[in-house]
């Protein structure tokens, strides 16, 4: 179990990186990169966090594939989206219309990093 916790969580991580790297390069250029090396650890860390309960609904098949991964992916939004806040404190919890952008960024790649992490689950983990 805990091999396909760490390779799950590496997968979604690696997605979310490469997605942060690739929507921000043409607008940053290399300090995109350089940020994505930060954003990995930050990524992999809640993965970590998240897979085990992600792999123990996966194999107990309550829900359907589909809504599992819809389910996935909206709380992946909601977790990126919050994990500003959590990062830096009062600052990243002021929601306004500048920071719906930054924030839904952050929501974006949450996503991402659920539905990697589902992926790599519904094709390793057996039931």
């Known amino acids: 179990m805990l091999k396909h916790i760490i390779a799950a969580s590496v997968e979604s991580a690696f997605a979310g990186s490469v997605a942060f790297a690739v929507v921000t390069f043409p607008r940053y250029?290399?300090?995109?990169?350089?940020?994505?090396v930060f954003i990995f650890p930050v990524a992999l860390i809640l993965s970590i966090l998240l897979a085990y309960p992600l792999i123990r609904l996966w194999q107990r098949r309550w829900l359907?594939?589909?809504s599992y991964l819809f389910a996935l992916v909206v709380l992946g939004f909601l977790l990126g989206a919050a994990t500003p806040a959590a990062m830096f404190g009062?600052?990243?919890?002021?929601?306004?219309?500048e920071s719906l952008p930054f924030l839904?960024?952050?929501g974006y790649i949450g996503a991402i990093c659920a539905a990697g992490g589902w992926n790599y689950v519904r094709r390793k983990v057996a039931l």
């Not at 250029?29 to 994505?36: A, E, P, V």
Request: net charge positive; charged share 5%.
């Open 29 to 36: 250029g290399w300090q995109s990169g350089l940020l994505t």
């Open 64 to 66: 359907s594939a589909r």
């Open 104 to 106: 839904s960024l952050y």
């Open 90 to 97: 009062s600052a990243g919890t002021m929601i306004s219309l």
